[in-house]
């Protein structure tokens, strides 16, 4: 019993002397970069080349590369944190594209990213978002109008209900060949029905409530209308690409409530933010407020929001009005008439 004992001593004390040894030195480890890259963004720069930023300098080749619709590509580059990828062939305009690739920093920590991106669109318009509702009803459901001030092309342009960070709907534009002077009706809250086709080559195909025989009229697929009385309508090159457009409406106040700056949700002041951030809208102070938006207390389904005919944008609730009761005017021009309680 007494051997027994002592072995079992023995065998503890050498466990704690090779316990209490010298420790393996890990510093090395934690010094050495382990950080993938992050992926900061991503575009067509032309109608043959899509750009990729990270966040810190890529080797200069790829561990996989693979496009969904297959292009073949004429050049690969790196500079520094840049990737610029040319293809033979020009990608068709607005339409969309998946990449899969693997990339590894100077280091070999990897990443690898799956995304969309669009075909550039060399030959947009110039527009703007011209007249809105988002207090719809049955007869008359939300809808927003874009005015065509140029000739172009809309293959890939993207209008959100809410901002390309932050979204509840969006309907990214078929490729119409526009004039100056048209109009495109956005119908954000159709019925579902067979006739609500999206008008790309003639104007007057379309069925449903509120179509214009002299307007193209587009539908938001499973759209539920626009937020009622606190909202961002944003308008974008591409659903990558950079800010047209945007507005922002609110009937609340900064003294709203505490936690959100008065927009009622942490998402809601985000998009705001985020629009501020584009210079897309302006704002009395250092941060865009409840105040600084466009008011619908006062708009219905048939007293829309508005620009003046002629025109300033100034990116601010200045540059909007709401007009009369049925004098909204979607697909024809805006009533400078001013609706007063």
């Given amino acids: 019993m007494m051997k027994s004992y002592k072995t079992i001593s023995l065998i503890i004390f050498l466990t704690v002397i090779v316990s209490c040894g010298p420790l393996e030195d890990y510093r090395q480890f934690t010094e050495r970069d382990i950080r993938p890259p992050i992926f900061i963004s991503m575009g067509t720069i032309n109608p043959n080349t899509l750009e990729l930023q990270f966040s810190e300098n890529i080797l200069e080749e790829p561990e996989y590369l693979f496009f969904d619709p297959a292009i073949e590509i004429k050049d690969y580059s790196v500079d520094a944190e840049k990737i610029q990828i040319s293809f033979e062939e020009y990608l068709e305009p607005g339409g969309l594209y998946k990449i899969e ?8 920590n990897s990443l690898t990213l799956i995304a969309d991106f669009y075909g550039y669109n060399s030959n947009i318009p110039d527009l703007i978002i011209n007249e809105f509702t988002c207090q719809g009803s049955t007869t008359n459901p939300d809808k927003v109008e874009l005015r065509i001030l ?53 104007k007057d195909i379309s ?49 709203s409530d505490e936690n959100y700056r008065g927009f009622a949700r942490t998402v809601t002041m985000n998009k705001a933010d985020r629009l501020f951030d584009l210079e897309g809208w302006t704002a009395a102070a250092d941060l865009i407020a ?15 929001m508005c620009r003046e005919y002629i025109y300033e944008d100034t990116n601010s609730s200045l540059d909007w009005h709401i007009v009369p009761t049925s004098t909204a005017s979607f697909g024809e021009i805006n009533s400078d008439e001013v609706y007063s309680p």
């Fill in 101 to 108: 690739i693997t990339v590894s920093d100077i280091t070999e």
């Fill in 150 to 202: 140029s000739d172009g092309n809309t293959a890939g342009i993207c209008i959100y209900e809410g901002i390309d960070t932050e979204w509840n709907q969006r309907k990214i534009l078929p490729p119409i060949d526009v004039v100056e002077g048209d109009y495109i009706i956005i119908h954000f809250k159709p019925e579902g029905v067979p006739e609500e086709v999206d008008e790309v080559l003639v």
């Fill in 207 to 255: 069925g449903g409530l509120n179509v214009h025989p002299e307007a193209w009229d587009l539908w938001v697929e499973g759209g539920s209308g626009l937020s009622g009385n606190n909202g961002t309508i944003t308008l974008f090159t591409n659903p990558r690409g950079n800010l047209i457009d945007g507005l922002l409406y609110s009937n609340r106040t900064s003294s």
């Fill in 290 to 304: 409840p105040e600084d938006a466009i008011n619908p207390e006062d708009s219905t389904a048939t007293r829309s």
